[in-house]
Structure formats: C-alpha cells, structure tokens
C-alpha cells in the first residue's frame, strides 16, 4: 500500500482512499452475523491503519474458527454439547477426531508436559509464553498432515468398491480451543500471545480474569483476579489482535471470581460489593500486613504465622459492607429493621455496580450514624485486597465480558449442576443468547459428587442450560497415564504376552488404526512424494517389500 510521486513521497490522497477502502472492506466483514453480538470500542479505521502493506491473507486459523463457529452454533441451537478434552499429541488427536468435534488445548498440561523451557512443573502460567502456542501448532501440523495423507490414500481408489471399503473420511481438521490462561503479562504481552495463537493453527482461545503475576490452576487456593475493567480490556485486546489479523478467533472469556478470595485493586466499581473489609477500628493502628512482617522478622514461621493470621483476622472482624450494615443495624435501637435493610439492599447488590462511597453514605442516612469498615487495613503482604467471590460474584463478571467474548465461562470448585444453573440464568438474564462454557474438571471428585445415573446425563442437562461447549481439560493425561500405567505393570508380569493381548490385539479388534503405526505415521504418503519425485519409483520406499506391516494385511484390513 506504498504509494510513490516523482519525488518520491507518498501520495496523501491515494494513502487515504486506500485506507478508506481497507475500512469500507472491514465493516463489511463486521456487518456479517458472526458478529452481530460482538462490542468493539475502535473504528473499521483504527484496524485498517494498523494492518500494515502486505496484502490481506486468511490465516488457516482463521478457517478452524469459521468451522468451530458452525460447529458451537449449530449445538446452541439445538441445545446440545460439543464436548471434548485435553489433547497431548497426534495420536490423541487422530484418535479423537473419529468422534469429537473440538479439540482442547490445556495449559496445565501444557506446564507439567510440555513447557518450551522443558521444566515441567504445576500451573501457575511461569511458563514461556509460547509454550501452548508451540503445542497447538505441533498437533494443527499433524491435524494437516493426517488429513492430506488420508485424501492421497482415499484417492488412490480405483473404485467406488474401494472407496466404500475405506469407510467414511475422518474429518482431522478438528477445531482447536486453546488455553490462554492470564495473558502471560500486560496487554501488549496479550497481544502478542493471541498473534501467535492465530499464526499457529487456533481456532479459540480463553482468557481469564486472574492476574497474570499470581496465576494459579482454577482449582488451586489463593486466587487472586484483576478489576472487572482491566479483564475487558485484555478480552478487547484479544479481539483487536485477531482483527488486525483479519481473523474470525473464538474468544472464551473465563472467570475464576467464583472462588476467588483476593482482588490486586478496588479500582473498579463493580468490584466493590465484594472487598473485604475490617469492621472494628481497634486493629487500624496495627495492620495485617505490619503485624505479619513484624513476626516474621522475629522468627515466626509455618503454622504459628497461620495462627496470628487467624487471630488478626478475627479481632478485625473481616465481612463485606452489606454484612457489616446489616450487622449495624441488627445492634441498633431502629423499629424497623428488616425495612431498613431491605431499602439498602434495593441500592446496594451484586449487580448493581454501587460504588464504595455511595454505599457508606446510604449507610449512614438509614442509621444515623457512619459504619465502620475500611478494606486496606487487611491487605495482605503482597498488597492484594481480601475479596469474597461466589456464584453471584461470577455473573456480574460474566456479564460484563459477554459482549467481549463468543462464550463466558465461570470455573468453579465442585460439578454442581443447581450452582451451574443458576450462572447460566444469571447469565442469560441480560444475554438471552450467550453460549457459554464448562470445565468438566478430573480436580473433582466425581465418584462422590453425584450418583452413576447422574454422570450419564450431566453433560446433557448441562446442555439444556446454555453450556454448549464441555471440556474435560487434563483427560488426556490421565487416560495416558492410567493406560501407561496398566500396561507397565502386567508387562513387568507376562512380558509379551501382555501387549499382544492387551495391546496389540485389542487394537485389531476394535479398529485402531494406530496398530500399522508405520502407515498410521504416514510413511506410505512420504513414499507417494518420493515416488512422484522421481519418476514413480523409488528403491528406497519405506513401505516396499519387506516391510513388516505385510504382516497385517490379513487382519482386520477393512478397519485400517
């Protein structure tokens, strides 16, 4: 788009009426019903000055996600699920393709399997910020490689006979949502992180609303999440990226409010219904931060540190405004009590994004008097505030990220299906149509959580409430290593006669084309190059005569 006079400087006029038609061609992409319940903050005008010269390309990721798109409208649609689970590698993703719509990508797993800095560990996003990013172009590589081994082979039919003896195609072109976790830094580090996403095969990506310096596993302790704001604006970002990109990216909105219980600032309004505060003024002279640097410095440690802790915690009487009002006016002399409080409540609620001030000043309008309560004096030793997440908590979140995102999501501690009804409600309350997302997570102990009867129809009841994509996130893992597992020990037991029999044989008889891994890897496509490359043949074909899959053909070939 560079534009030359004799004098060699761009052309003002020719710059802007290239720039407008970049615009122009922007809207209209925006205008398509993909979009129709996307808030963006800039203009067509404000992407098309930022895309650069090089002429517009269709990032493949950009395909998956027209696809996963389809794919999650269509289940909308019909309240169904496209459920799915964290994938490892190519044989996960061969295998799962035959009957899975989607693919996952877990960062947990990406942490303790699969980290760029080849240091395994827990999650806690203190990975290299490619790190998943690198393992979703290796699985969209070998998504490619299946798929166009498996036409070559479809094509080398030399009958309809033959065709249908193959049996149907399997559709490798799975889309893949992966984790993004906090965003591994700033926005520009978001940015950066979404670009290559888009670059190496993603069709979405999900953010969540902790910080990126604190991040912990959705099912660890001390979660600590960022304003409602500062979320917005990396799912913005996000958005702004793959638009730059000229792509079509799902974006999942996560938040992990629902068992947070720290916040980095009170910044945000909406946030303030749920800080935690002191409500008695003895312990303001000694805050909780001073008196635990304080016994720290005189030696405490480990378990006599948690019982100051404990102690300072009570004394200051640690509550949210709305409990320590209501608490106020149960102590006081008022008649009327409940309708006091009931008036309170109407101003003041989860959703109602009452600031901290306002709230104090009704307060003292209803009692007659100012109540107690300050939220920096039980700031934590890393300067975070003490907050109280819930259910309630993750709907006002979610609800200020759906025009932000295609699918919200609240991570939760347990499979609770009337807590999981009452999110989508409160979800769908102000967003009819919002899909939303849910973390079948193997962190819950499902054999206690619900009877047999209940695990077989939970995705599906759950699917009735809106959630129309479910992911088990580390499945993956754990069918890994529970095969991994049995398999090591019976072959410490009977040696060969527990993979034939517990291995090799069952993957004749159930089909697995996994079992000729030399086809399955693709050497028979690799030969077709080699061959095509020199003239149709080639004495050095890896699958020529001599090879030991020959001895297979008899077996279950139909199915391989």
Known sequence: MTFETEQNTQDYQALKKELSASASEIKKWWSEPRWKNTKRIYTAEDIAARRGTFPPVEYPSSVMAKKLYKVLLQHSREGTVAKTFGALDPVHITQMAKYLDTIYVSGWQ???????????????????????????????KAQLFHDRKQLEARANAASQQELDAMGPPVDYLTPIIADGDAGHGGLTAVFKLTKMFIERGAAGIHMEDQTSTNKKCGHMAGRCVIPVQEHVNRLTTVRMCADIMHSDLIVVARTDSEAATLISSTIDVRDHYFIVGATNPEVEAQPFAEVMDKAILAGASGPELAQIEAQWCKKAGLKLFHEAFADEVARSNLSNKKQIVAEFRSKVGPYTATPHREAQKLAKQLLGHEVYFNWDVPRVREGLYRYQGGTECAIMRARAFAPYADLVWMESNYPDYPQAKQFAEGVRSEYPHQMLAYNLSPSFNWTKAMSVDEQATFIERLGQLGYNWQFITLAGLHTTALAVNNFAREFSKHGMKAYAQNVQKREMDEGVDVLKHQKWSGAEYIDSLLKLAQGGVSATAAMGVGVTEDQFKDQQNSKL
């Open 110 to 140: 990406c942490s303790s399997t699969a980290s760029t800095s080849n240091e395994p560990g827990p999650d806690l996003a203190d990975y290299p910020m490619d790190t998943v990013p690198n393992k979703v172009e290796h699985l969209f």
